[in-house]
């Protein structure tokens, strides 16, 4: 009897049949039968609700003065960085009010006002469309939802697609049998393998019943089905990408109608002007003649009248605009602790104030006279912020900056006219951080983020080396075979050598044989006869009691450190997200886009490659990751040189146990952390004793949009790298994708705070990092499927396969002549293709000439070159492409004033047309301020550039504009003629401050005269002029200034 009739014997018995039966194919298509309706369930049962549930086209619908309340009207700010505000009424009063931090919480979170109650409405997440989303946090917060809910449906395709992989994958026993469920879905455990009839693995066959089928005709399908699943997913990024995103923003700017629109940001002004106490009025007039110029030119002007709405300085504070709100915030603070009586803690707030005043002072000038930097201007209609931009239009080039004319210039001083952002985009307090300094802490930041790195793949590596060490008995094992087989000797400790668990030689042994030898020999024994016959014969659980501890303890390492490294990721994206403001960009878009890729390149190491990097071992990379400081000598390491059998057991296994409670913890974790914020705001409403306090228990959190699109990255990474091998990972993303598609809406409409007006930027950069995980996916496919042991291939036939051994015979003919060379070379300076390039060139060579991987190689080779196509397209375009910019600017003019008028789009829009000539219709040029600014404030509020009305700083807002009218520190020490000590005479006015005017604290003064009794008689007087007076404020201030003291 042959080896493979031998074989096939053994498999029959094993499997109660007479004979494997390799003709027949009933029950494979049984498999194949199942398998595709389990995949058109999982595509249609998600598919038909979604259209049935799609809503239709978002109405644009204009919010009108007389829909809106007082916060509605338009404002008529002064034209100054800071003035006046409305929101000291609301927030200024210390006196608990739940009625009003209620109002608050509706105001400020993601909710919609009613056009008739004029009240916020809290919005159902079941029934808010995701075009609805727009309108809450813009165009990049309806698109995080929408890659969500569609890369959902994609790998529940994907999933659909390599369902019967997993299926005949679930059926095979070449794997190690550990009773880990989710280790016999992975492509190492495909086919049906016995070991005792010394079967080359190469040649086992997939086995479903008593029938079977040579494994090479499953894996060549097998590579297909991965193919069209990689398409699948290749074509949803490029349309998202090049479709979706850039048609979304165009829309949406088209139909929205937000401060933006009205807006211009002019930079590159003069620092310092003759009159600069006239700066804002100077520029205004600079601006309306620049307009008037412009129009003068035009054919057909807009008939409105030019106005300057508002003009916003960001003025050089030296980089204390931050310490601004940090004074704000300790004045409120210490207004809190004065409620409850802390004497101590408010002693210490009083010294950190005292400091922040004199740092805030330090030779600065009063505020209106301080350098400008730059100037947010809102002007009265579009048509003038396209004139104006066209007519800086050149200005974005620092040569023709040089070159600008005389009555473009302001004050002699070319200027730049560029687009504003969002003002809620604006991070108001790092406005006047110089760009040397923003350089440098990016700098830095980087430089901490490398050493946060090599702590967490530290920690990683420790725990996969210690799961290594304590379970790696009960998980490797030899089947004879190098192919197949580990090294034998371990990367994780030389100096202690492990036991070789041989299956072929286990095969031969017997129970009794096993257990008299026990220890390492009955444990192998135990491997070789597997946890599924255990099952069948119940007296193998004693006999094979310390094997399963030894399994178990493994499985409980694997998810235990699954469960750490989540934990890991977590404290690191905290710590990341904890750190981001210390870069000090100047916008939200900024600060978003770079800890959305730190975030992400750290969670995606430590969830996907560091496993993968301890554990391989690659003696010709030890060199050069060696120079990675700490970690690098333990990186490639490990006890596999290639991706065999063995390694799904050891770092397959615990990636899918890494991206199983990945599709359930964050999810889970964003309901309870919304949860947890309910019920604290329930129980502590009750003892807050100062408004403020009550005002920032009715504010929710931020919504970390930038966390969320890193998570999503991290998974879509993790599962593209891997997923050929383990196809269970496109289910798990899938099921991830939907969970917190819902559970961010659900955080978003009942437990954040409004965002921000989000653009596309973190949605393009998003999806332009998702294009590089399909050519990630095809090199890891090659190797999993270029592995001839796991999953054996027929080479590739006809005119491929011709081609294909032309280049092994030109590998061959190379790697013959190195050898020769190599032997006759007398010379150290000689240099040839050694024998060891050769050998990878050609084991290269060999898993991309298989019939399951070269159209896979194929797509690789492709997308490689549309990658350098259009990397020397962005190479050209940062280069010629601003010449042609400039070139299309000069020669052509008349294509930036092609802009459809104020009366065609009224007229259009009457018609229910939104497009004019195929271009759409900008809503807010048919609008001018008085009424977009209501609009807007409806809708995406604030309807100004100001600081104070940033809703960031509503609830400090009363506090920040008192401080921001500073007295400049003098050269000298003032006289003081107070007719008490300087310390009284500080401590009677804060004693006045807090009773008459803070009203905080009644019998402040009384308190303060028990204390210093012999004053008494000299500042009783003082108390009676301010109880008196109508003004109590103007009267304190009275008295500090005839003692020749500074106040506040």
Known sequence: MSTIQASFKALAEKA??????????????????????????????????????????????????????????????????????????????????????????????ATHKDSRSKTYKWQNPLFTPVERLNDLGGTGTELYFRNLRNLGFIFAYMAALTSPIAAFNMLGNFGPDTGQALLKSAIGNLGSWEAASHLDPSARIVQVGCQGWEIQHMTAIFGWLDFAAIIIFLIYTVWFRFIQVPRAALQDSAEQVTPRDFAVVIDKLPHKIENQKDY????????????????????????????????????????RLANLRSRAELVQTKEILQKYDKPNKIAKIDKALNKLNEKLAEHLEDEETLPVLRAFVILSNTSDVANLLYDYRFAEYTLFRCCQSSSRRFQGSGIRVRQAPQPTDLIWENQDTKWEWRLARRALMFLIFFIIMCISLGMIYTLSTLGAKLGSGAQLSYIGVPKCDPIPTTGFDSSEEQYKCLITEAATWNRTYAEGQGGDILKCWCTFTGFEAMMKDRTLFDTCESWLTDVGQTVGISVGASIIVLVINLVLQMTLLAMSEFEKPLSQTALNSSMMQKVFFAQTMNTGFVLFMVNLQLKWLK?????????????????????????????????????????????????????????????????????????????????????????????????????????????????????????????????????????????????????????????????????????????????LGNFADLGRQAVANATAAG???????????????????????????????????????????????????????????GTFGAFWDCLVDTCCPSRKMRRITREEAAEALARGETKINGRNIDIASTMDWVAASVHIEATFPPASYRLEKHPDLATIAHL?????????????????????????????????????????????????????????????????????????????????????????
């Not at 494979?28 to 259209?51: E, N």
């Not at 298989?850 to 997308?863: A, G, H, N, P, R």
Request: net charge positive; aromatic share 12%; hydrophobic share 40%.
């Open 623 to 799: 060199p050069i990751v060696r120079i990675v400081p700490v970690v690098g000598r333990f990186l490639f390491d490990g006890p596999f040189d290639d991706i065999t059998r063995g390694w799904y057991g050891v770092v397959g296994v615990t990636i899918l146990t890494n991206m199983a409670l990945q599709t359930v913890v964050p999810a889970c974790t964003s309901i309870a952390l919304m949860m947890a914020t309910w019920i604290t705001r329930k129980c502590r409403r009750g003892g807050c004793k100062h408004q403020a306090e009550l005002l920032k228990l009715y504010t929710n959190p931020r919504f970390d949009i930038k966390g969320k699109y890193a998570q999503m990255l991290t998974v879509v990474f993790v599962t593209m790298t891997y997923s050929s091998g383990l196809p269970l990972l496109n289910l798990f993303a899938s099921i991830y994708m939907f969970f917190m598609y819902w559970a961010d809406k659900f955080v978003l409409l009942w437990g954040s705070k409004r965002p921000p007006n989000y653009d596309t930027t973190m949605a393009k950069e998003s999806s332009d990092f998702m294009l590089y995980a399909i050519p990630l996916h095809c090199v890891f496919a090659i190797l999993m499927y270029g592995q001839d042991c796991v999953f054996p291939s027929n080479n590739l036939g006809g005119d």
């Open 280 to 319: 804002a009025k100077l520029l205004e007039e600079h601006i309306l003649s620049r307009l008037a110029y412009v129009r003068s030119r035009q054919k057909h002007p807009d008939s409105r009248q030019s106005e300057v709405v508002e003009i916003t300085f960001v003025r050089d504070y030296g980089g």
């Open 819 to 877: 050898t020769n060379a190599s032997a006759n070379a007398t010379s150290a300076a000689t240099i040839t293709l050694g024998s060891s390039d050769t050998d990878i060139i050609a084991g290269l060579f060999n898993r991309v000439a298989k019939e399951s991987t070269w159209m896979i190689f194929l797509l690789l080779v492709l997308l490689v070159a549309f990658w350098v196509l259009w990397f020397v397209a962005w190479i050209i375009g």
């Open 960 to 1048: 920040l504009r008192s401080e921001i009218q500073f007295t400049p520190k003098a050269k000298k020490a003032p006289t003081t003629t107070a007719p008490v000590p300087g310390n009284e005479a500080k401590g009677f006015l804060e004693a006045l401050n807090a009773q008459f005017v803070l009203k905080t604290q009644d019998d402040a003064v009384s308190k303060f005269l028990e204390g210093h009794t012999r004053l008494k008689s000299t500042l009783t007087p003082f108390e009676e002029q301010v109880s008196k007076a109508d003004d109590k404020d103007a009267a304190v201030q009275s008295i500090a200034d005839s003692w020749g003291m500074r106040w506040p």
């Open 16 to 109: 109660s049949c007479a004979e494997i039966d390799m003709v027949g194919k009933s029950d494979f298509a049984r498999v194949w039968v199942y398998s595709l309706i389990y995949g058109l369930t999982l595509a249609l049962g998600i598919t038909i609700p979604f259209r049935w549930c799609r809503s239709g086209k978002k109405s644009i619908r204009i919010h009108t003065s007389d829909e809106v309340d007082e916060a509605g009207r338009a404002p008529s700010s002064p034209k100054l960085g800071f003035g006046d505000s409305n929101t000291e009424g609301f927030y200024g009063n210390p006196e608990p009010d739940i009625a009003k931090a209620q109002e608050h919480l509706r105001k400020t979170s």
